[in-house]
């Protein structure tokens, strides 16, 4: 097995900068979780939500709305089209696929732990969007951040130049920030459930390719930059 190689020619189980960014993160999930249970409308909440929803989004309707549907009512054939993408291209990645995606186990426990109301007018400006569940945290974003996420660790490390996976990683984190910004402009969650809700699938993504087992059949891939193609061994 590859991974089982990998570990033991490096002789470490776990990659330490990845643990130490999971240990972070959730510190701060720890920490942001407290102030929203002693404080479930903070001020700075609705300030932010107003400012965000006092932006004219225009043409950008549809996209938001795609978001809503990815992240809640066609959220399992969306982690189902995500899934047969990535098998049929990179099986390898099969462990890593299977624990990232466990990250919304996380939401299901903690929305019941935590009752946190949702936002309401006038603390908002509007509200389009009525989700039963408590606000605390955002089972979307924790959707977003494990699409973006996975999508370019197991296939944008792999067939991606070098050279051009900055980009790769900036388009990620736009379409996180963009889903972000639709939880938030639709009055679903405030601010505070949005990062909750991202910390803790960075936190938990962290976690699961910090341990090398999970993690080095994708992330000891590597796509050859065009020199390496060009120059092959004599047959």
């Given at each position: 097995?590859?991974?089982?190689?990998?570990?033991?020619?490096?002789?470490?189980?776990?990659?330490?900068?990845?643990?130490?960014?999971a240990?972070?993160?959730?510190?701060?999930?720890?920490?942001?979780?407290?102030?929203?249970?002693?404080?479930?409308?903070?001020?700075?909440?609705?300030?932010?939500?107003?400012?965000?929803?006092?932006?004219?989004?225009?043409?950008?309707?549809?996209?938001?709305?795609?978001?809503?549907?990815?992240?809640?009512?066609?959220?399992?054939?969306?982690?189902?089209?995500?899934?047969?993408?990535?098998?049929?291209?990179?099986?390898?990645?099969?462990?890593?696929?299977?624990?990232?995606?466990?990250?919304?186990?996380?939401?299901?426990l903690?929305?019941?732990?935590?009752?946190?109301?949702?936002?309401?007018?006038?603390?908002?400006?509007?509200?389009?969007?009525?989700?039963?569940?408590?606000?605390?945290?955002?089972?979307?974003?924790?959707?977003?951040?494990?699409y973006?996420?996975?999508?370019?660790?197991?296939?944008?490390?792999?067939?991606?130049?070098?050279?051009?996976?900055?980009?790769?990683?900036?388009?990620?984190?736009?379409?996180?920030?963009?889903?972000?910004?639709?939880?938030?402009?639709?009055?679903?969650?405030?601010?505070?459930?949005?990062?909750?809700?991202?910390?803790?699938?960075?936190?938990?993504?962290?976690?699961?390719?910090?341990?090398?087992?999970?993690?080095?059949?994708?992330?000891?891939?590597?796509?050859?930059?065009?020199?390496?193609?060009?120059?092959?061994?004599?047959?």
């Open positions: 097995m590859k991974g089982a190689a990998a570990i033991k020619r490096s002789g470490a189980y776990f990659r330490g900068r990845l643990l130490l960014l240990l972070a993160c959730a510190l701060l999930v720890a920490g942001l979780t407290v102030f929203v249970v002693t404080n479930p409308r903070p001020a700075v909440d609705a300030s932010i939500a107003r400012a965000v929803q006092s932006i004219d989004v225009g043409p950008m309707s549809p996209v938001l709305d795609f978001y809503r549907q990815i992240g809640g009512p066609y959220a399992l054939e969306a982690e189902a089209v995500v899934f047969a993408i990535i098998l049929t291209i990179n099986r390898a990645s099969w462990r890593l696929l299977i624990s990232g995606s466990l990250v919304s186990g996380w939401y299901f903690l929305v019941r732990l935590i009752s946190r109301p949702r936002p309401t007018v006038p603390d908002v400006l509007r509200v389009t969007e009525h989700p039963g569940a408590s606000s605390y945290p955002s089972g979307h974003m924790m959707l977003f951040v494990f973006a996420v996975i999508l370019m660790t197991c296939l944008g490390l792999k067939f991606v130049p070098r050279r051009w996976q900055p980009l790769g990683w900036g388009i990620a984190a736009l379409f996180i920030i963009l889903g972000g910004f639709s939880r938030i402009y639709s009055g679903a969650h405030w601010p505070t459930d949005v990062l909750g809700g991202t910390l803790i699938a960075v936190a938990w993504l962290s976690f699961v390719m910090s341990i090398r087992w999970i993690s080095d059949p994708v992330l000891e891939q590597a796509p050859r930059s065009t020199a390496e193609k060009a120059v092959r061994p004599a047959a």
